[in-house]
């Protein structure tokens, strides 16, 4: 069985549309990687791809195609989750991380 596949956006990225000057995270992403960094030993069977923020983004596309660019991204054999509850799911129930509180 091959190890799932976690697409992350890098931590810092500027936005050329809006000047290229303010630095912005995605909050979605960072909630992911709290959840690496507070439960290593969950996180370690987990192969973790950062991409830069601009599109296209050639490793996601690769993976899940160009119109499922939406990061962060879990991959596994058979499926993906892209966006962050479903996401958040799947890695509870596939790798035991807790899960959110409703």
């Known amino acids: 069985m091959n190890r799932d596949t976690l697409f ?4 810092d990225w500027a936005d050329p549309a809006l000047g290229g000057e303010r630095h912005f995270y995605c909050k979605d992403s960072m909630i992911v990687e709290g959840l690496l960094a507070t439960f290593p030993e969950r996180a370690k069977h987990i192969d973790v791809v950062r991409v830069a923020w601009p599109r296209p983004r050639a490793a996601v596309v690769e993976a899940l195609g160009e119109e499922n ?3 962060p991204a879990l991959v596994w054999d ?6 962050i509850e479903a996401l958040l799911a799947a890695l509870a129930e596939r790798h035991g991380f807790p899960e959110r509180h409703p």
Do not use: P, S, Y
Request: zero cysteines.
């Open 8 to 11: 992350l956006l890098d931590t």
């Open 69 to 71: 660019q939406n990061l």
């Open 78 to 83: 058979g499926g993906f989750a892209n966006e």
